[in-house]
């Protein structure tokens, strides 16, 4: 079993919808949590990070996490097809601990103007 | 200028040949990583460094090497590249607090 696993898509949805992206995680100890944003021919950006469970949002996005579950969440509402791109999730054991940060294999999102 | 450049952009070399992926950083960290991104597998951890004097193996440093030449450059080398060795590489820096990396755009490399 991967340590973080991800659904590839690719997912394709048309513009202003709610986008549902997923992650599901074996390690218990992980506690920071990631989501990267990734446009082809480019490196991943950071979009948000939340450190263990709860909610946070930004603006349009609003990551989940469930550590009992072991399941994270990044939603994107009103979506628009500048956030076609590849997301990635990401996590650790803790925040400084860049050594030890799992990057799952990233979701393809096409949203249809 | 970007905040991490990497060069090449793409490359095609042989198999057995040397080759030397290059990244500079302007953003004034200390630490800087090598990924290797693979369809389906992620991004996995080659090396890192966390500062000047400092050299870590990540996940998957074998038939890897490299060098930490200033606080902005850190370059890997592929000592006799193989083709399994084809894929998409990423330079990264981060500061020391946990906020993120900044990632290059990438070298795409295939080894034929």
């Known amino acids: 079993q991967k340590e973080v696993e991800q659904d590839p898509g690719p997912l394709s949805v048309p513009e202003g919808a709610i986008v549902s992206l997923n992650c599901t995680y074996s390690n218990s100890a992980f506690q920071y949590f990631m989501w990267y944003r990734q446009y082809s021919r480019k490196g991943p950006e950071l979009l948000m990070y939340?450190?263990?469970?709860g909610n946070k949002e930004d603006g349009r996005f609003t990551a989940q996490v469930d550590k009992s579950s072991k399941y994270i969440s990044l939603f994107i509402r009103d979506s628009q097809p500048s956030d076609s791109a590849t997301y990635l999730c990401a996590m650790s054991r803790m925040k400084t601990s860049y050594d030890k940060v799992i990057f799952g294999p990233g979701t393809s999102l096409s949203v249809i103007p | 200028d970007a905040d991490v450049t990497q060069t090449p952009r793409n490359r095609i070399t042989k198999t057995g040949k040397r080759i030397m992926l290059e990244c500079s950083q302007t953003k004034g960290h200390d630490r800087m990583y090598w990924y290797r991104q693979d369809p389906g597998l992620g991004l996995r951890l080659i090396y890192y460094?966390?500062?000047?004097?400092d050299i870590n193996k990540g996940e998957i440093s074998d038939g890897y090497s490299v060098s930490r030449q200033a606080q902005a450059k850190f370059s890997l080398s592929l000592e006799s590249a193989i083709p399994n060795q084809t894929a998409l590489y990423f330079c990264?820096?981060?500061?020391?607090w946990g906020n993120g990396y900044t990632f290059g755009s990438g070298t795409r490399l295939t080894v034929v």
């Open positions: 939340t450190y263990s469970s």
């Open positions: 460094s966390f500062d000047v004097k």
């Open positions: 990264a820096t981060s500061d020391s």
